[in-house]
């Protein structure tokens, strides 16, 4: 019977907080318990202290000792109900929090201002993209991932309250106040936003607040400062300020915050703000809305509540308000729960009293509100309370989950709102020359190091507009960054009248692309953009901002977002052009492909021991795994003196990567179109071998290391003096002159006609005795013979038309000397047997070297971003950045073993995992994986079965050769054993 009873009773609870059948969002799924605990709670509470429960007070972890103070005396002596944090830092806001619950006879209820995360308050935590920009996101589902970050966030700080989303439909561009907070302008849009907002922030068990009620969007005020005015009518009102909180309120709204605004269509009463309106609280949002959560107003020392004057019945005698009691009261009698922020707590709880004793406050109406705030400190959890845990709290707040929301947050964000004759994404980038302008005051060095990434890129800057147009007629592209401060989302956004005059002088000029990383109301201050090629809203200057729309413009990301806001005749809301990703390499974290950053760590260590055991100077290593480099890291210095660390920018000699990074895809090219074939024999090939002992040799069988073939001819040992060991004057000079052209080093230069003799001494070379696997450069002087012939321009002139031009492989060349200063290109020995010199800039492999530095075999210089790209290339089946480099059919032939039953794993020119024990690779990777290592230290794998590309660059031969460390040690297949272990899904 007592069972029954007490249902009974809960359901008359119910129906005593509710006006009509709405859901009461304060309600737990154990309400029986739930009224129990509040019941008990509220009854053994004095009057006093139960008008303490109505008031939060702000707290700042920052503050002095001596201000802190005054909050443990309220919270000790006064029993306030709840806190609202403001400025400081997470470790020394738990502290406070945990202090200040300690000592709380009813445990307080937290709320922070965390729109846009915890970052809005505090230091060194996240910050999540503005309102704007996540209006721009198609995807609602991410906004409600965002929100449930954010929440996470907030209930590790010991936050039961975030005081968003706001809703506010932003339909004023000088809206001073909202802004950026806004999810747009579009009645729809916000409501999607702000719903999928709510849903993901009350889903981590942090209340959500929907504010600013009953519409802030068309102020031109701030109410921090003055009472703003809304002048719309009612109608207007109802069916779009409105809007957003009918629909988040019958899906389970926590709670509003009412604003200070002058609404005269809602409030009769002139200049009387709208949080001390019973028509406005109670009538519309408690009766018309039927909302039973909690309410809070806004701060009541914002100036639009505290300097509200009462005007006398004559219109002109008026009285200021006491501060601190009599607008908390009235705040209190026109609905609303919770007094945020009250100017003088103490005196405020003292009117209560006195307004408690005269009658002018009910028990049932202080029950109604009090009994919601216990009811919510019971759904938070605080019936159950524990103090915050300090151990790893930066890191729980900081995580690693945070930035891949984010990055994808960028990503479906950034908007294309013109692409005049699909400029974007940039293509063809062999016949590009791109400047890049930076405008605003703040940095975009993060814009510029990622869109070097893709293609060359020359920063431009000039004190005077005729100085610049000067400099940018070198360029046929020019990507203005328009870079304003990211700090927070009140920063200036607007162009000076200098910056629009100079923006439309280049756009005349140039091709321009204008990139704008501020919010979207700065393109209302364009007259034109007829001239105006492309241009991409960013919304924000952040890093990850910066980063996804460079790789946007070079078409590693789809374009997808679309304008929250209309900005100007030019751009309606929801304008936005799409284009699908070219297939160029992205950049991004672990996590967002299947791998484990933490694990990755032990990289690392692996990298910094070959480093500190002198195995190797320095070394770049890149991982990359679904089209996206997400390990890209630099070890050690350039030499053991330890003067020049390694730089992203630094060329390396990748020594035999240039197999497969030069000569093999001109040959897979020349194969596909037909010009030869894997069968062609050398006799046909080449006239000059028709009578030779290697006639009968076949491409397939030469470039599978199974052709007889000698590895290795030491071709500059018979140039040197028999008695000195040094090279004999009879082949070199020591400048250049007339018959000794090719540059061995730039005081050592062979006699010409020597290239001829190093084919000649392959082609009468004798075969090896035995058919078996054998290694060999051989193959590769050949082919470079016969594919400059059949071009008739050099291996470098080819590599760079067909290739490297058009992928972007800026840092890919032979002789980087002729492109790069010194410091950028990392030294491969100190030779004491030939060159007796230090090896920088000229290649370190003899026989190249005698090539004028142009090797079939060796030769290339690169930096791991640029080796990437061509391993992925091929990893994409010779598709990239929307060019089709080959079939899909040329890549699986040449990706083939033909002689794995004669116990050769080679492909053809492709080195191929081990068939025992032992080989290039860990023996963790597939076996349709494919790559290629070199003599002094580099090595690039791809494996087609993950989707990973594995870079390793070093330059272990330096300062000597000797005993290599690296491969004796197995520094680089037990990297990419790590690697494959860091794969997580």
Known sequence: MRFFALIFLCLCFQFSLSQDSSVNPLQTKDFIKQKQWVDSVYNVLSVKEKIGQLFMVQAMSKNSEKENNKIVQLVKEYKIGGIIYSLGGPYRQARLNNDLQ?????????????????????????????????????????VEQTARQIGEHCKRLGVHFNFAPVVDINTNPKNPIIGNRSFGEDRDNVTEKALAFMKGMQDAGVLANAKHFPGHGDTDADSHKTLPTVNFSEQRIDSVELYPYRKLIKEGLSSVMVAHLNVPSLEKRRGFPSSLSKHIVTDILKGELGFQGLIFTDALTMKGAADYVEKGVDGVNSKTLMKGGEIDLMAFLAGNDVMLMSEDPIRGIAKFEEAFNEGIITEERLAHSVKKILMAKYKVGLHEYSPIGMYNLSNDLNRIKDDALYESLMESAVTVVKNENALLPLRDLETKNIAYVELGDDSGSVFLDELKK????????????????????????????????????????????????????????????????ARPYALNDFETIENFDAIVMSYQNSRIAQEKSAQLIFGAIEAQGKLPVS?????????????????????????????????????????????????????????????????????????????????????????????????????????????????????????????????????????????QLKPWIPFYYATLDSVTKKPDRKYYRNKKEKGFTVEVTNSLFMRDDYQDSIQKIIKESDLLTKLRYRYSDLPYYILKDYLEDFYDKSLHEITQDRFYKSLGANYTTYNPRDKFSLK?????????????????????????????????????????????????????KGFYGGKRYFKSETLDTFNTCYFCDKDNRRGIGFDKPQLHDEGPTCGCISMTSFGHSGFTGTYAWADPEEELVYIFLANRTFPEAGENLLLRENIRTEIQRLIYEAIIE
């Open 102 to 142: 300690a000592i709380s006879k009813i445990p307080l209820l937290v709320g922070m201002d965390a729109e846009w995360g915890l970052s809005m308050r505090l230091d060194s935590t996240y910050a999540f993209p503005w309102n704007m920009t996540l209006g721009a996101i198609s995807d609602n589902d991410l």
């Open 454 to 517: 893709y293609t060359k890129v020359h920063f431009i800057k000039a004190e005077k507009l005729d100085e610049l147009i000067t400099k940018l007629q070198n360029y046929n592209t020019v990507v203005v960054g328009f870079h304003k401060s990211n700090a927070n989302p009140w920063k200036g956004f607007k162009f000076t009248e200098k910056e629009l005059a100079w923006l439309y002088e280049i756009a005349r000029t140039n091709t321009l692309i204008l990139d704008v990383f």
């Open 567 to 707: 900005a100007g005749p030019h751009f309606p809301v929801g304008k936005g052009e799409t284009f699908n990703a070219l297939l160029n390499l992205g950049y991004s974290i672990p996590e967002r492909v299947g791998m484990d950053s933490e694990l990755l760590k032990k990289v690392d260590s692996v990298a910094n021991h070959a480093v500190n055991k002198k195995m190797t100077p320095g070394i770049q290593l890149l991982v990359a795994r679904k089209g996206k480099v997400i390990y890209n890291k630099n070890f050690g210095y350039h030499t053991y003196a330890k003067k020049n660390k390694v730089d992203f920018d630094d060329v390396y000699d990748v020594a035999s990567l240039t197999k497969i990074l030069a000569t093999l895809p001109i040959v897979m090219e020349l194969e596909q179109q037909g010009s030869i074939s894997l069968d062609s024999k050398l006799g046909t090939l080449i006239p000059e071998y028709k009578d030779s002992n290697k006639k009968d040799v076949t491409l397939k069988k030469m470039l599978s290391h199974y052709a």
């Open 824 to 876: 950028d290109i990392v030294p491969s020995e100190v030779d004491s047997y030939y060159r007796f010199n230090k090896v920088h800039g000229y290649v370190h492999d003899m026989g190249a070297a005698m090539q004028g530095g142009i090797g079939g075999h060796a030769g290339i210089f690169s930096n791991a971003n640029d080796v990437a790209k061509i391993m992925q290339m091929y990893l994409q």
